[in-house]
């Protein structure tokens, strides 16, 4: 099942003499459950790319369909919440809010949208995350990589359709690092979560099932590496996956 279409995408800044463009002519598809990396040098474009997947940024020309929708036809409003429901947005500065224990960061997105969480899933998430015995906390008496890990449950409190990670490791060391893939991977394989994450750090990248390479705004290489049963048995899970 398609859950992200990406049609013919151009993103052009300045004019004249200093038109840069960022991203030429972009196309891809992404199925359900897939981990999709995308590898480029600095200033390819592929951290363009995925602020337009989100919604964050418009294109100049092109289309996005995220889950049936084409999101560039929504307006100001219905995109607000469409990007709360069906888009989880995950950075390498976590953008958690300081005056928020971890419980209601992780929950925000539902509060915005004016639902329950539903405290099954929550606890769950939580102990997925390794947050059970931090849900009281604020970021300040967080480490990088349990913030970090508050702002992947934030993006998956909402089910979404899509989760977009743009460096997510960038900011951490090593060791978090491994923990912070480690739980991306286990989220992709557990709730069957579609996963698309810029990176250029090839340890990542080799850990997903597919790799897009961008160079100078463009796709240079589309390959696959593996499906998610044979990510599931690498990782020694015995539990059924989802197809």
Not at 62 to 78: C, Q
Request: with cysteine; net charge neutral.
């Amino acid at each position: 099942m398609e859950v992200l279409r990406v049609e013919n995408l151009c993103k052009t800044y300045g004019v004249g003499d200093t038109r840069v463009d960022a991203l030429r002519n972009v196309s891809f598809t992404v199925e359900k459950g897939e981990f999709v990396a995308i590898v480029g040098p600095s200033g390819s474009g592929k951290s363009t790319l995925l602020h337009i997947l989100g919604g964050v940024d418009r294109p100049t020309s092109g289309n996005v369909v995220i889950d049936g929708t084409s999101i560039y036809e929504l307006n100001e409003t219905k995109m607000a919440i469409f990007r709360r429901r069906q888009i989880g947005l995950i950075y390498q500065f976590y953008n958690l809010l300081p005056v928020l224990n971890v419980k209601e960061n992780l929950t925000l997105p539902l509060l915005l949208d004016g639902q329950k969480p539903d405290m099954n899933y929550l606890k769950e998430l939580a102990g997925v995350l390794g947050l059970a015995k931090r849900m009281n906390h604020l970021p300040n008496q967080l480490s990088g990589g349990q913030q970090q890990r508050v702002s992947i449950g934030r993006a998956l409190i909402n089910h979404p359709a899509i989760v977009l990670a743009d460096e997510p490791t960038g900011n951490l060391d090593s060791k978090n690092s491994a923990e912070i893939v480690e739980l991306l991977k286990e989220s992709n394989l557990k709730y069957h979560q579609t996963l698309v994450i810029i990176t250029h750090d090839e340890r990542i990248a080799l850990q997903a099932d597919r790799v897009i390479s961008i160079e100078d705004g463009q796709i240079s290489g589309d390959q696959w590496q593996r499906g998610r049963e044979s990510r599931a048995r690498e990782a020694g899970w015995q539990r059924e996956v989802r197809s």
